[in-house]
């Protein structure tokens, strides 16, 4: 074991780049697509898709499902995407462990294309199934994307006898809409794309690698999180680099544990490469004082009453426009904020306010719409964890379309655009026709629908109660209580459906039965029981949940 782990006591390298199915992180986002793959691979065949930004995880994803896979589940896994048809289809064939015969009046991709599928028909006899994994599949040229379209034709009477995964950056969804390849986009069974992490994620993110790696509690200290998502916005990748150059720094200056500065100090040398022909933020005045009154915005917007003098001094600086040194005043504003609260949100450019009177707090109002009574709230982990005390989940959408609020159908919180630069954030308390209904200070407020989309920025944080922690069921589940449950909900919905024999399994039955309930209430039909499905079938038998749009139709 090397000094340096010694050092904090950890067993094994905590923020390794290396895709180690052990140290994934089950964020809500990676569980979502985890639940797309086994969907994707309980279908008849075709491809499945996982697309995401480089170092989002896509590779640790994919290996911790292979990794979980079932014995009777085959696997041909494709790191070279950068190959031609002969080569792609011989590495297929090693994979697979097929012999190929000699032959000398065939092509080598017809003899590789008809022994894979002679053995593709045995393996489906003695009930195996079989996948292909391509890694960086947007390298794959349009040839070579054919020929896995023409594999997937590979079937017996009833069945398809491939499985394809590809996973690539997002320009694979590009390639794969173009018209030439439209016949393979629609073979297309799931698909997912992966976001980086959320702000609010970052920390267990950290604890979670750290915990797998020994270590007896948190190294990183409060406030790390924020300077982190600040640096590498949630891309979990740059996150491990940022970490690991902290941790080595640490030790360098023979500290136990890591503070935002020092993150921000060992960030220098990863992320300088990014920063190529980018302006030198000390030397231009325009940079220099906008950067100045966003900090100072952030401060004042972040910070409640009792330490509104603490930002007095950053003020001053603005005022007398002295810029010199800007990572002084950078720091002395993330100090503030660090001692205090967290922003409600960080997404760029975007910034929620939170100052606020007795009445006009937007986190205490939405947990009143529950009718739960609250003092002030300055933090979403907070409202979260006052939430879910009484058993609710939050969930905050960054960027919605205006047709999510009418699918949500919870209260939650906006922000407009207040004209002013300065996003602020209200209670949604009802959705109409033609008008919302907004909650601030002085009670209610009305807005024109169309007024109020023009100034929505797509920010909605809204609550909704899960089945004891529920909040996804799929076919192959086993849950006794969970399938009683919604048995109990779907016969009881009004649409005709009755309740059939599970053995407290997710069977092909249920699975039929959830379809159409989907249907019949517009949502996706997709057979999986996820948040929306949840929510919908809470709502017709909870008289107590508020909701935006009145009563339930």
């Known amino acids: 074991m090397s000094i340096y782990l010694q050092h904090f006591a950890l067993k094994r390298e905590p923020f390794s780049i290396v895709p180690d199915p052990d140290f994934l992180y089950p964020s809500h986002q990676h569980r979502q697509a985890v639940a797309h793959l086994k969907y994707g691979l309980d279908r008849e065949g075709g491809f499945i898709l996982l697309t995401g930004e480089v170092g989002t995880g896509k590779t640790t994803l994919t290996r911790t499902m292979l990794q979980r896979l079932p014995a009777h589940v085959r696997v041909a896994y494709v790191l070279n995407s950068k190959l031609n048809e002969t080569d792609l289809l011989a590495s297929i064939c090693d994979e697979l462990a097929i012999r190929l015969p000699k032959s000398k009046n065939l092509s080598f991709s017809k003899t590789c294309i008809d022994a894979l599928n002679q053995n593709l028909l045995a393996s489906h006899a003695k009930g195996q199934k079989t996948l292909i994994v391509i890694e960086e599949a947007q390298n794959l040229s349009a040839d070579v994307l054919e020929t896995l379209r023409l594999l997937s034709n590979l079937e017996t009477n009833t069945h398809k006898l491939l499985h394809i995964l590809l996973v690539g950056q997002p320009e694979l969804l590009e390639i794969l809409g173009q018209k030439g390849l ?5 073979r297309v069974v799931s698909r997912f794309h992966l976001l980086p992490l959320d702000q609010s994620e970052l920390s267990n993110y950290i604890n979670h690698r750290l915990h797998h790696a020994g270590a007896a509690g948190p190294i990183f200290d409060r406030g790390c999180s924020l300077v982190l998502f600040r640096l590498t916005k949630g891309v979990p990748r740059l996150i491990n680099l940022i970490c690991h150059q902290s941790l080595l720094a640490a030790y360098s200056l023979g500290v136990k544990n890591v503070s935002p500065d020092l993150v921000k100090d060992a960030s220098v040398e990863i992320l300088s490469g990014l920063d190529n022909g980018k302006p030198n933020r000390s030397n231009n005045p325009l940079i220099a004082g906008l950067l100045v009154v966003l900090i100072l915005v952030s401060v004042f917007v972040f910070l409640p009453r ?10 001053a600086i603005n005022e007398s426009k002295n810029y010199d040194d800007l990572l002084i005043i950078e720091d002395l504003a993330t100090d503030l904020v660090e001692q205090n609260i967290s922003p409600l949100t960080a997404t760029e450019g975007e910034m929620i306010d939170l100052v606020f009177t007795d009445t006009s707090n937007p986190l205490v109002n939405l947990l009143a719409a529950w009718s739960i009574e609250s003092s002030e709230v300055y933090s979403t982990e907070v409202f979260s964890g006052i939430a879910a005390t009484f058993g609710l989940q939050s969930e905050n959408v960054t960027k919605a379309a205006p047709w999510i609020l009418n699918a949500i159908d919870r209260p939650g919180l906006v922000v407009l655009d ?12 009802q959705l109409n026709e033609d008008s919302v209904t907004l909650i601030t200070k002085d009670g209610e407020i009305y807005f024109d629908l169309e007024q109020f989309l023009n100034r929505w920025t797509g920010s909605f944080l809204y609550l909704w109660r899960p089945y004891k922690g529920i909040d996804l069921l799929m076919q192959g589940d086993s849950d006794k209580l969970a399938m009683h449950w919604l048995q109990e909900r779907l016969s009881l919905g009004g649409d005709g459906i009755e309740k059939v024999i599970t053995g407290g399994r997710y069977t092909e039955a249920v699975k039929d039965q959830v379809i159409e309930f989907q249907r019949r209430h517009n949502l996706d039909a997709d057979g999986i029981v996820g948040r929306q499905t949840l929510m919908r079938l809470n709502e017709l038998f909870d008289d107590e949940i508020p909701r935006l749009r009145g009563i339930a139709n």
Do not use: F, M
Request: glycine share 8%; no cysteine; charged share 25%.
């Open 182 to 186: 439209r016949q393979l986009n629609q």
């Open 306 to 315: 009792n330490t509104i003098d603490s930002w007095r001094e950053l003020i």
């Open 418 to 429: 207040e004209g002013d630069g300065l996003p602020k954030s209200y209670l949604l308390a």
